[in-house]
């Protein structure tokens, strides 16, 4: 972002004393303190552009997600940025609609032959204050298991954690549109 555009994008509001220009931005779009928005930018968010930590800011702040325990980003080398949320954000985030009742998800495993026993999926049911039924989604080893440290020491844990972050974005779209779990999407 050039300079002027950053000075014509504050002149609605006066500059925070003491504060870069750039800085003052992010807080605004944060609505975080100088400081950690400082801590975040050198620690979780080093790798992005200024524009993705803005972008990242701004959907955090949109969706009602902490950016230091809730949310993450994977930025691109085409300057794009993958957002979402931790399996525990996107609980949290269900659970602050008021209208998350339960859920349960359970690991499926082939059931006969010479794979008998073997992982082969996870199956998530939530239910939702309103809904006649409940949503149920299921994921696939074959689908989603990726090489990585956390698929291989973990591929239960990992299947698991997609199958429900499934379920809980299509049981509340309004509040977890457009994220997805690390698990979901890890390079």
């Known amino acids: 972002?050039?300079?002027?555009?950053?000075?014509?994008?504050?002149?609605?509001?006066?500059?925070?004393?003491?504060?870069?220009?750039?800085?003052?931005?992010?807080?605004?779009?944060?609505?975080?303190?100088?400081?950690?928005?400082?801590?975040?930018?050198?620690?979780?968010?080093a790798k992005f552009t200024h524009e993705q930590f803005l972008l990242f800011l701004a959907i955090?702040?949109?969706?009602?997600?902490?950016?230091?325990?809730?949310?993450?980003?994977?930025?691109?080398?085409?300057?794009?940025?993958?957002?979402g949320l931790r399996i525990d954000g996107m609980r949290a985030l269900a659970m602050r609609t008021g209208e998350y009742e339960a859920r349960s998800v359970e690991t499926l495993l082939v059931p006969d032959g010479d794979h008998r026993g073997e992982l082969?999926?996870?199956?998530?049911?939530?239910?939702?204050?309103?809904?006649?039924?409940?949503?149920?989604?299921?994921?696939y080893m074959a689908e989603y298991a990726k090489r990585g440290r956390g698929w291989e020491q973990y591929p239960e844990t990992m299947i698991r954690k997609v199958a429900e972050s499934k379920?809980?974005?299509a049981a509340f779209p309004d509040a977890l549109s457009g994220v997805y779990e690390p698990a979901e999407i890890q390079p």
């Open 1 to 45: 972002m050039t300079q002027a555009k950053v000075e014509d994008s504050l002149a609605a509001g006066p500059a925070l004393i003491g504060v870069p220009v750039e800085a003052t931005l992010a807080v605004r779009v944060s609505g975080l303190e100088p400081a950690m928005v400082e801590v975040l930018k050198a620690t979780l968010c």
């Open 60 to 83: 955090c702040r949109k969706k009602g997600a902490d950016p230091f325990t809730e949310a993450y980003g994977f930025p691109n080398d085409e300057g794009g940025l993958a957002i």
């Open 120 to 139: 082969l999926g996870a199956r998530c049911t939530v239910r939702r204050r309103g809904m006649t039924e409940p949503v149920v989604e299921e994921a």
């Open 167 to 169: 379920a809980l974005r």
